[in-house]
């Protein structure tokens, strides 16, 4: 199949409202006769909901969580991007894009980032009318800091809480929604299946999570907006119940899956302390602002942090990148943590830690001042480590956090299921190969404040819709097929917790498919991983009632997926003999340690199209065109 | 450490709920309240028992998912944390953990230590936000806000919704939880115009779902993961009386 991503003609600065211009609408009047699902209700979720019900269109909202604003987009610390550049320090939209495009390691389409860019200003304005508390200057004034992998402060923030501010922001416009009638929430249900009639997305089949009953609903476009995949490493920042089953069952009838092998380490997180593990925190990127990271020069230093001398210290980031320093990328970073732990650097008692040290801001800027920027993450580190980070530095390491990769979607955000569309983590737009601190949020935003509602109308505009009923065929297959796999499950009746087996693929995922692959490594995964889910679905126990509120099962249909998609990953990061951005094979690397692409053959997005259990997973690609930046070696010294 | 827990357990709404007793041995200081849960519950699905079903999910406060009574404590004995960040090393070897569902009529259960909050998404239906439609909003610097009242009102934002105020309530009143978004919003000049109006309906919804009132108690702000302080209630009665009176 040819993909069409149907970027607009002209030059990058007037594609998106040049493609605006020439996008069909639907009569103000005619929008209520349209239905449109949307499932999840994290920042792009919500935002795109409430939008759309203000445009008039009739809009269902379905969450596993029981409200829309436990959403993971909660959990988001540091900030959001805007080049409204309010710091006077030469920002500008181009500033933003290409920082964007380079810091995704040029592996991702320029149309969608400069829009991206274009759009992220009115997100800042449409916050802030919400009534989102960014931090402000003493004359009232918004805020700015910076953030990894740019020379300006654009990053917009509420204390260490952007993305829960801002969540509530997008939760607020949606309850003003449900208030008004036009949005219908449907709490506690989970996405099973997508349900595609006549080749349109019509619908889906979710699973009432309090009585257990496979409940079908109709529409006219479904929208999915569920994010990122990241759990399928079992130990991750993302929250408990982040899953890929929505992406992967929509893969599964039709939707291509994109650079599944984008995977984001985050540099800065609390280490492991033990087996029974059952997430990872994130400290905020903001902190490297202020925080210096280091190793102790010896190898196996036992001394207390405080104790080793400034001359024995090794500030490696500012040795090796001196004009960005602690702020490159997060690649880069989290590369460079594992690299000097590998060697013997690492500290504290896993060894598998560097320091984030904040003595010296302390000293410059006093304690208040570090308080108020960061309060929150210093109690969080104080409460989980029993340290305290005013008085000994922090003890960091990365963790798997995002992933760039999600279903390949076209510049209007629809998949290659005519009337499916995804937005925020859970699609592959604009990131590349790596994505930069505060884009997340602004992406999540963009798409659903700023972008779907007008492709969507487009897309109702133009197609014809015959009148379907839940009582349709696809709708009893889809609800047969997922009875049978829960009913599998409950089966089973084996001798090994879903966790542990979860935590078992986790394993392999990092050791094989984390941080650095190699061609053995990936092989080996491609046995491990199969082995292990076949073990899965003899051996798993689930207990309990499927007619039930029942936390095994949910977990048994999200980790039977993870294995399906952590196959894709390690075959796709195997495919791709390069290193990119978060992708870094181990064969393929600068003198100086660094990420080397290969532009001539890998200058592509890899789009893996399913053909059903026999045929398996087929690769297409969409080459990615360079126009405005050109591509080079990406440098942070 | 070697711990005895009593869990509250009770399949649905409509079924009568029990204690039950389990030991735990060689629980580390270092976990988490919902870790040791967690490893309760390998320990159940093992023998074939169902595990204990609680909500959770970030797992670093800040989602407002989890949320139990911990020796009749909201949160249990940690202090400006949710149960997710509550450590094993706040107890002692050999202690007694009663664990026990939010306690209010508001909150029915669903199961075992999971309830039914959405009387708090009513409640912000009815009014807790300000009606900016998207697009057509000025520039974000053409709303001015001296730092000091932006700091106020975003320490009322930052409630998480995890219903701790209600639980440790003795009249199971969401004051604060109300009084928290009501008094961002009167703060902000963005939610002037609707500023009475919002006062009256989320105080009635807030009533209308058998929320008790506020009795000067304090529990609410003692318990409070992220410590929104009962100022925020005096500023909601003023409110809700300027609304109903002038």
Same mark, same amino acid.
């Given at each position: 199949?040819?993909?069409?991503?149907?970027?607009?003609?002209?030059?990058?600065?007037?594609?998106?409202?040049?493609?605006? &211009?020439?996008?069909?609408?639907?009569?103000?009047?005619?929008?209520?006769?349209?239905?449109?699902?949307?499932?999840?209700?994290?920042?792009?979720?919500?935002?795109?909901?409430?939008?759309?019900?203000?445009?008039?269109?009739?809009?269902?909202?379905?969450?596993?969580?029981?409200?829309?604003?436990?959403?993971?987009?909660?959990?988001?610390?540091?900030?959001?991007?805007?080049? +409204?550049?309010?710091?006077?320090?030469?920002?500008?939209?181009?500033?933003?894009?290409?920082?964007?495009?380079?810091?995704?390691?040029?592996?991702?389409?320029?149309?969608?980032?400069? #829009?991206?860019?274009?759009?992220?200003?009115?997100?800042?304005?449409?916050?802030?009318?919400?009534?989102?508390?960014?931090?402000?200057?003493?004359?009232?004034?918004?805020?700015?800091?910076?953030?990894?992998?740019?020379?300006?402060?654009?990053?917009?923030?509420?204390?260490?809480?952007?993305?829960?501010?801002?969540?509530?922001?997008?939760?607020?416009?949606?309850?003003?929604?449900?208030?008004?009638?036009?949005?219908?929430?449907? /709490?506690?249900?989970?996405?099973?299946?997508?349900?595609?009639?006549?080749?349109?997305?019509?619908?889906?089949?979710?699973?009432?999570?309090?009585?257990?009953?496979?409940? /079908?609903?109709?529409?006219?476009?479904?929208?999915?907006?569920?994010?990122?995949?990241?759990?399928?490493?079992? *130990?991750?920042?993302?929250?408990?119940?982040? =899953?890929?089953?929505?992406?992967?069952?929509?893969?599964?009838?039709?939707?291509?899956?994109?650079?599944?092998?984008?995977?984001?380490?985050?540099?800065?997180?609390?280490?492991?302390?033990?087996?029974?593990?059952?997430? @990872?925190?994130?400290?905020?990127?903001?902190?490297?602002?202020?925080?210096?990271?280091?190793?102790?020069?010896?190898?196996?230093?036992?001394?207390?942090?405080?104790?080793?001398?400034?001359?024995?210290?090794?500030?490696?980031?500012?040795?090796?990148?001196?004009?960005?320093?602690?702020?490159?990328?997060?690649?880069?970073?989290?590369?460079?943590?594992?690299?000097?732990?590998?060697?013997?650097?690492?500290?504290?008692?896993?060894?598998?830690?560097?320091?984030?040290?904040?003595?010296?801001?302390?000293?410059?800027?006093?304690?208040?001042?570090?308080?108020?920027?960061?309060?929150?993450?210093?109690?969080?580190?104080?409460?989980?480590?029993?340290?305290?980070?005013?008085?000994?530095?922090?003890?960091?390491?990365?963790?798997?956090?995002?992933?760039?990769?999600?279903?390949?979607?076209?510049?209007?955000?629809?998949?290659?299921?005519?009337? *499916?569309?995804?937005?925020?983590?859970?699609?592959?737009?604009?990131?590349?190969?790596?994505?930069?601190?505060?884009?997340?949020?602004?992406?999540? @935003?963009?798409?659903?404040?700023?972008?779907?509602?007008?492709?969507?109308?487009?897309?109702?505009?133009?197609?014809? &819709?015959?009148?379907?009923?839940?009582?349709?065929?696809?709708?009893?297959?889809?609800?047969?097929?997922?009875?049978?796999?829960?009913?599998?499950?409950?089966?089973?009746?084996?001798?090994?917790?879903?966790?542990?087996?979860?935590?078992?693929?986790?394993?392999?995922?990092?050791?094989?498919?984390?941080?650095?692959?190699?061609?053995?490594? @990936?092989?080996?995964?491609?046995?491990?991983?199969?082995?292990?889910?076949?073990?899965?679905?003899? =051996?798993?126990?689930?207990?309990?009632?499927?007619?039930?509120? =029942?936390?095994?099962?949910?977990?048994?249909?999200?980790?039977?997926?993870?294995?399906?998609?952590?196959?894709?990953?390690?075959?796709?990061? *195997?495919?791709?003999?390069?290193?990119?951005?978060?992708?870094?094979?181990?064969?393929?690397?600068?003198?100086?340690?660094?990420?080397?692409?290969?532009?001539?053959?890998?200058?592509?997005?890899?789009?893996?199209?399913? #053909?059903?259990?026999? +045929?398996?997973?087929? @690769?297409?690609?969409?080459?990615?065109?360079?126009?405005?930046?050109?591509?080079?070696?990406?440098?942070?010294? | 450490?070697?711990?005895?827990?009593?869990?509250?357990?009770?399949?649905?709404?409509?079924?009568?709920?029990?204690?039950?007793?389990?030991?735990?041995?060689?629980?580390?200081?270092?976990?988490?309240?919902?870790?040791?849960?967690?490893?309760?519950?390998?320990?159940?699905?093992?023998?074939?028992?169902?595990?204990?079903?609680?909500?959770?999910?970030?797992?670093?406060?800040?989602?407002?998912?989890?949320?139990?009574?911990?020796?009749?404590?909201?949160?249990?004995?940690?202090?400006?944390?949710?149960?997710?960040?509550?450590?094993?090393?706040?107890?002692?070897?050999?202690?007694?953990?009663?664990?026990?569902?939010?306690?209010?009529?508001?909150?029915?259960?669903?199961?075992?230590?999971?309830?039914?909050?959405?009387?708090?998404?009513?409640?912000?239906?009815?009014?807790?936000?300000?009606?900016?439609?998207?697009?057509?909003?000025?520039?974000?610097?053409?709303?001015?806000?001296?730092?000091?009242?932006?700091?106020?009102?975003?320490?009322?934002?930052?409630?998480?919704?995890?219903?701790?105020?209600?639980?440790?309530?003795?009249?199971?009143?969401?004051?604060?939880?109300?009084?928290?978004?009501?008094?961002?919003?009167?703060?902000?000049?963005?939610?002037?115009?609707?500023?009475?109006?919002?006062?009256?309906?989320?105080?009635?919804?807030?009533?209308?779902?058998?929320?008790?009132?506020?009795?000067?108690?304090?529990?609410?702000?003692?318990?409070?993961?992220?410590?929104?302080?009962?100022?925020?209630?005096?500023?909601?009665?003023?409110?809700?009386?300027?609304?109903?009176?002038?």
């Amino acid at each position: 199949m040819k993909l069409d991503a149907k970027i607009p003609d002209g030059p990058i600065e007037q594609k998106w409202s040049n493609h605006r &211009f020439h996008l069909r609408l639907v009569n103000p009047a005619n929008k209520r006769k349209y239905t449109i699902i949307v499932v999840g209700t994290g920042l792009a979720g919500a935002s795109a909901a409430a939008s759309l019900a203000e445009l008039g269109y009739n809009v269902l909202v379905f969450s596993y969580h029981e409200s829309p604003r436990r959403a993971h987009s909660i959990a988001a610390q540091g900030g959001i991007n805007a080049p +409204k550049n309010y710091s006077n320090d030469g920002d500008s939209i181009r500033r933003l894009f290409y920082d964007t495009v380079k810091g995704g390691d040029y592996r991702s389409r320029e149309a969608n980032v400069y #829009r991206l860019a274009e759009v992220s200003g009115s997100i800042i304005d449409q916050c802030v009318a919400q009534g989102v508390p960014f931090a402000r200057d003493y004359a009232g004034y918004l805020d700015n800091r910076s953030f990894g992998g740019a020379q300006v402060a654009r990053t917009f923030y509420a204390r260490g809480q952007t993305g829960q501010q801002l969540l509530l922001g997008a939760y607020s416009a949606l309850c003003r929604q449900i208030d008004a009638g036009r949005v219908k929430f449907f /709490p506690r249900r989970e996405m099973m299946d997508v349900v595609v009639i006549d080749g349109q997305a019509r619908g889906i089949v979710a699973r009432n999570m309090v009585n257990g009953i496979l409940e /079908p609903y109709a529409a006219d476009a479904v929208v999915l907006a569920t994010g990122g995949y990241g759990n399928v490493f079992y *130990l991750s920042t993302n929250a408990k119940a982040s =899953n890929a089953t929505a992406i992967w069952r929509a893969h599964k009838k039709g939707a291509f899956f994109a650079n599944p092998c984008f995977t984001q380490i985050h540099p800065t997180c609390i280490p492991q302390s033990g087996q029974y593990q059952s997430k @990872l925190t994130l400290m905020s990127e903001s902190l490297r602002n202020d925080g210096r990271i280091w190793v102790p020069k010896k190898r196996g230093d036992t001394r207390r942090p405080e104790d080793i001398p400034e001359n024995e210290r090794d500030y490696y980031l500012e040795r090796l990148y001196p004009s960005f320093g602690n702020l490159v990328p997060r690649d880069v970073a989290s590369r460079r943590a594992k690299e000097m732990c590998d060697q013997g650097y690492g500290v504290g008692p896993t060894k598998l830690a560097v320091y984030l040290d904040f003595s010296d801001a302390i000293k410059r800027l006093g304690r208040s001042v570090i308080e108020e920027r960061y309060g929150n993450l210093f109690d969080m580190y104080h409460e989980i480590t029993a340290e305290d980070p005013y008085k000994t530095p922090m003890r960091i390491y990365p963790a798997v956090h995002y992933t760039m990769g999600g279903l390949w979607v076209d510049y209007n955000l629809m998949t290659t299921v005519p009337g *499916l569309y995804v937005i925020g983590e859970a699609n592959f737009s604009d990131h590349g190969a790596n994505r930069l601190g505060a884009s997340a949020l602004m992406q999540g @935003l963009a798409d659903g404040y700023f972008i779907l509602p007008y492709t969507i109308g487009d897309y109702l505009a133009s197609e014809t &819709f015959n009148p379907v009923k839940t009582d349709h065929a696809e709708f009893k297959k889809a609800e047969q097929e997922t009875e049978r796999g829960i009913k599998k499950l409950m089966s089973i009746d084996g001798k090994k917790t879903v966790d542990e087996f979860h935590r078992d693929l986790g394993a392999i995922m990092w050791d094989q498919v984390g941080m650095a692959r190699s061609k053995s490594g @990936l092989k080996k995964a491609l046995q491990l991983i199969p082995a292990l889910k076949e073990q899965f679905w003899k =051996n798993v126990r689930v207990t309990g009632s499927d007619l039930d509120l =029942n936390i095994e099962l949910e977990k048994a249909g999200r980790v039977a997926d993870y294995f399906e998609l952590g196959e894709l990953i390690a075959r796709d990061a *195997l495919h791709r003999e390069e290193s990119c951005g978060g992708h870094f094979r181990e064969e393929y690397q600068t003198p100086e340690g660094e990420a080397k692409r290969n532009d001539a053959r890998f200058s592509y997005v890899a789009a893996w199209e399913y #053909r059903g259990a026999r +045929k398996g997973e087929v @690769l297409n690609k969409e080459p990615l065109k360079f126009e405005v930046v050109k591509p080079s070696q990406r440098s942070y010294k | 450490m070697n711990l005895t827990l009593r869990v509250w357990r009770q399949r649905n709404r409509e079924t009568e709920g029990r204690f039950e007793t389990y030991e735990m041995k060689d629980v580390s200081p270092d976990m988490s309240f919902l870790e040791m849960l967690d490893v309760l519950n390998i320990n159940l699905i093992k023998k074939g028992e169902e595990p204990v079903a609680f909500d959770h999910d970030c797992r670093e406060g800040i989602c407002g998912s989890c949320g139990m009574m911990i020796n009749g404590r909201a949160h249990g004995p940690g202090h400006r944390a949710a149960t997710c960040e509550l450590r094993m090393r706040r107890f002692e070897d050999g202690e007694v953990i009663t664990v026990e569902p939010w306690r209010a009529a508001s909150f029915p259960i669903i199961k075992d230590l999971v309830v039914d909050r959405s009387a708090f998404d009513r409640i912000m239906e009815a009014g807790g936000y300000v009606s900016a439609k998207t697009g057509g909003v000025p520039d974000g610097n053409a709303i001015l806000i001296p730092k000091p009242i932006a700091e106020e009102a975003m320490d009322a934002a930052s409630c998480i919704g995890c219903g701790a105020c209600v639980a440790a309530c003795p009249n199971s009143s969401a004051m604060l939880f109300v009084a928290a978004k009501v008094s961002q919003l009167a703060l902000l000049p963005q939610g002037q115009p609707e500023r009475k109006s919002r006062a009256l309906r989320m105080v009635e919804q807030m009533d209308k779902e058998g929320f008790g009132n506020c009795s000067n108690n304090y529990a609410c702000e003692a318990e409070c993961p992220k410590q929104i302080s009962v100022s925020h209630i005096a500023r909601l009665n003023r409110e809700f009386l300027k609304a109903k009176i002038l």
